[in-house]
């Protein structure tokens, strides 16, 4: 069956301090891959998406970035934190008809 | 006009009572329909899908889909308190040859023991 797995789970960086959050997918292959953010009472917010390794499109313009550098690995980025990046990350992966979500990862900027 | 419109919530309903969740939508391309469920501070866990206008069931679980309308219903029966979380509902699109997902902003259920 498939799993995926998303890394570290809690977060607190300084403003200005880089991040990186990092997702695994295993049990399949050729993945739709995505980053989502949720802020409270704003829903799910799609960042980025991926069909295939280094294939990332944006879906909101901000200091963040995505790479897929293997098939089953998505990482999502900064170089500079801002105080508005806080909230939880979810990774998720799509197939066929719906998608699936890892567990989360909670990004505190102080 | 969001594409997808979700009451917030809070709703609060007694144990056993029978649960109607709702979401309606705009965009006609929606082809696949879900719902999810999430607890605090988790990550959403896909409780149904369904693609075509009617009925679904699965245990306690029953999502409903009218295209026509463009309205789709999640009915919990038997609602247990390991029941209450935020349950989301999403929808999948078609476009420039990807595969979208779009949410709504989640109904918070609470059921009282």
């Known amino acids: 069956s498939q799993t995926i797995h998303q890394w570290p789970a809690t977060l607190v960086q300084p403003v200005g301090s880089p991040l990186s959050l990092e997702c695994t997918v295993e049990?399949?292959?050729?993945?739709?891959l995505y980053w989502y953010r949720q802020a409270a009472g704003r829903g799910l917010q799609l960042l980025f998406y991926?069909?295939?390794?280094?294939?990332i499109s944006s879906e909101v313009p901000q200091n963040l970035s995505a790479s897929r550098p293997q098939d089953r690995q998505f990482i999502l980025s900064s170089k500079k934190l801002l105080l508005s990046d806080s909230g939880f990350y979810l990774c998720?992966?799509?197939?066929?008809?719906?998608?699936?979500f890892g567990e989360g990862s909670w990004l505190t900027v102080v | 006009q969001k594409e997808v419109e979700q009451d917030p919530g809070p709703l609060s309903v007694p144990e056993g009572a029978i649960v109607s969740l709702n979401c309606t939508y705009s965009?006609?391309?929606?082809?696949?329909f879900m719902w999810y469920r999430q607890y605090s501070r988790k990550g959403p866990e896909l409780l149904m899908y369904?693609?075509?206008?009617g009925n679904k069931e699965d245990g306690r679980f029953t999502a409903q889909v009218d295209k026509s309308s463009k309205y789709i219903s999640l009915f919990i029966r038997d609602s247990q308190p390991s029941d209450s979380a935020t349950y989301l509902c999403?929808?999948?699109?078609?476009?420039?040859?990807?595969?979208?997902?779009?949410f709504g902003t989640g109904t918070k259920l609470q059921v009282i023991p």
């Open positions: 965009n006609s391309a929606f082809q696949y």
């Open positions: 991926s069909v295939g390794i280094g294939q």
């Open positions: 369904t693609y075509s206008s």
């Open positions: 049990g399949t292959s050729n993945p739709n």
């Open positions: 999403a929808m999948k699109w078609s476009s420039g040859g990807y595969q979208k997902v779009t």
């Open positions: 998720a992966w799509g197939s066929g008809n719906t998608i699936y």
